[in-house]
């Protein structure tokens, strides 16, 4: 079992920046591909961005790439979600997931994650 906990969510203005954490406890961290899904009422989650487990790879969904930027720190068992010149559509919970099994091939998939976090809500609005 991995087991995730999600924080740094909250309120901000549209051009501002914030940055999520997600905490890994239980089975070997280092050793999971990673993302960050996110999730607005009524729709399905969302790809948002993905990390190997060595950090040399990451994939970005389009409407962040070049905002958002995800890394991870195994010495800590800690995923980050950088997120910059935030837009109100960026508004939405979001989730950190992490794939036991699965390849970085199906990253985007949200099928291909077998743990997830409770999520944090990150609210873009002046």
């Known amino acids: 079992q991995l087991q995730l906990v999600e924080s740094g969510g909250g309120l901000v203005q549209p051009g501002a920046s914030q940055r999520l954490s997600c905490a890994a406890s239980?089975?070997?961290?280092?050793?999971?591909?990673m993302a960050w899904f996110r999730q607005t009422p009524g729709k399905e989650h969302e790809f948002v961005a993905a990390?190997?487990?060595?950090?040399?790879?990451?994939d970005y969904a389009d409407s962040v790439k070049g905002r958002f930027t995800i890394s991870r720190d195994n010495d800590k068992n800690t995923l980050f979600l950088q997120m910059n010149s935030l837009k109100p559509e960026d508004t939405a919970v979001y989730y950190c997931?992490?794939?036991?099994?699965?390849?970085?091939?199906?990253?985007?998939?949200?099928?291909?994650?077998?743990?997830w976090g409770q999520g944090t809500q990150v609210t873009v609005s002046s």
């Open positions: 997931a992490g794939a036991a099994t699965s390849t970085f091939s199906r990253r985007r998939a949200s099928s291909a994650y077998d743990y």
């Open positions: 239980g089975r070997s961290f280092s050793a999971a591909v």
């Open positions: 990390i190997t487990w060595s950090g040399t790879m990451t």
